[in-house]
Nanobody
Framework: QVQLVESGGGLVQAGGSLRLSCAAS????????MGWFRQAPGKEREFVARITWRAGSTYSDDSVKGRFTISRDNAKNTGYLQMNSLKPEDTAIYYCAAHTPRLGLTTDQAMYDYWGQGTQVTVSS
């Protein structure tokens, strides 16, 4: 099992920045990738970005490209989501997730075996 704990959410004005962290513990050696998802009020949870744990290969949704950066620190077993130029439409609960090696689309929530509890990000206009 892998346990994931997010932190770093909060209230920020439009144009501001936040950095989310996701601390992983347990069988972290089994992780192939860590991803970030978000769920806005009244909407379905959607993919934001993901990073492969060993190689550090990244992929982001078009809606956040150029504004959000995903990274990880293997020594600390922690992943990060740096969010710049935040917009009110970025308001959501942000979840980190991780999956073991498997075939499938990395943007698909069903790929992910482990989930954090979520952290609220609110962007005021």
């Amino acid at each position: 099992q892998v346990q994931l704990v997010e932190s770093g959410g909060g209230l920020v004005q439009a144009g501001g920045s936040l950095r989310l962290s996701c601390a992983a513990s347990g069988r972290t050696y089994s992780m192939y990738a860590m991803g970030w998802f978000r769920q806005a009020p009244g909407k379905e949870r959607e993919f934001v970005a993901r990073i492969t744990w060993r190689a550090g290969s990244t992929y982001s949704d078009d809606s956040v490209k150029g504004r959000f950066t995903i990274s990880r620190d293997n020594a600390k077993n922690t992943g990060y989501l740096q969010m710049n130029s935040l917009k009110p439409e970025d308001t959501a609960i942000y979840y980190c997730a991780a999956h073991t090696p498997r075939l499938g689309l990395t943007t698909d929530q069903a790929m992910y075996d482990y989930w954090g509890q979520g952290t609220q990000v609110t962007v005021s206009s």
